[in-house]
């Protein structure tokens, strides 16, 4: 406790409500401090998810929530986004989380959180759903390295207007994983191939009969003649 408590006294408490932090104090002061008063800030706005953009094949993941994201870091293979490492902060501590398969060297973007944080994602996939291009903004109206080739496929921007981005989610698989998905589907267009011409042979088989059935009758009758 800071001085002394007098006898003729009153008590006050300054305090934030629902969670609010304390971020800043005011007041009135001459010889000695007369008056003091805090400035509490709450968000009023609710955390807002944003569905993934690309494919809808591979395993899902979710980073979670964090309070903020320091570093980002994006490999390539083929020119396509292969890999991606996060590193989040919370709190006082650092939590780091990479997905997918490292083939080169991951380029790195750093950010300065807490006086930056980044704003919106930009990217494009292609065809098969696969992430071709990752570029990010910051709050300091930087702009990343344009990760991958943004030239090719269909665009996507992942933004909330007056929000930072404080986790990532997404889905990943590997090239295996992409075969055997290639091979389901080859053999399912296989199968409805080989059921019409099943049927168009059953059809063929049924004709012939018909007509070696009548050939014969005609015969019979000829040789009874």
């Known amino acids: 406790m800071f001085g002394n408590t007098a006898i003729f006294s009153t008590d006050f408490v300054v305090e934030g409500k629902a969670g609010a932090k304390l971020i800043g104090f005011h007041g009135r002061s001459g010889s000695a401090l007369d008056a003091i008063g805090a400035h509490f800030f709450a968000s009023a706005s609710p955390l807002k998810h944003i569905e ?28 396509n986004v292969s890999y991606v490492r996060f590193k989040y902060v919370k709190g006082s501590t650092s939590v780091k989380h990479s997905h997918g398969k490292m083939s080169e060297e991951p380029k790195e973007f750093k950010v300065d959180y807490p006086n930056e944080y980044v704003t919106s994602v930009e990217g494009t996939y292609n065809f098969c759903g696969d992430v071709t291009s990752l570029t990010f903004k910051t709050s300091k109206e930087r702009v990343s390295t344009g990760f991958g080739r943004s030239s090719s496929g269909s665009k996507f921007v992942l933004a909330v207007k007056d929000h930072m981005l404080v986790g990532f989610c997404g889905r990943n698989y590997c090239h295996k994983a992409l075969r055997m998905k290639s091979q389901e589907l080859s053999l399912y ?24 059935t009548l050939t014969l009758l005609l015969q019979k009758t000829s040789s009874k003649t």
């Open 52 to 79: 993934p953009r690309g494919g809808f094949g591979g395993n899902a993941w979710d980073d979670g929530v964090y309070d903020g994201v320091r570093k980002i870091s994006v490999g390539l293979n083929c020119g």
């Open 189 to 212: 267009c296989f199968r409805k191939l080989a059921q019409k011409l099943k049927l168009l042979t059953i059809k063929n088989l049924s004709q012939i009969s018909i007509t070696r």
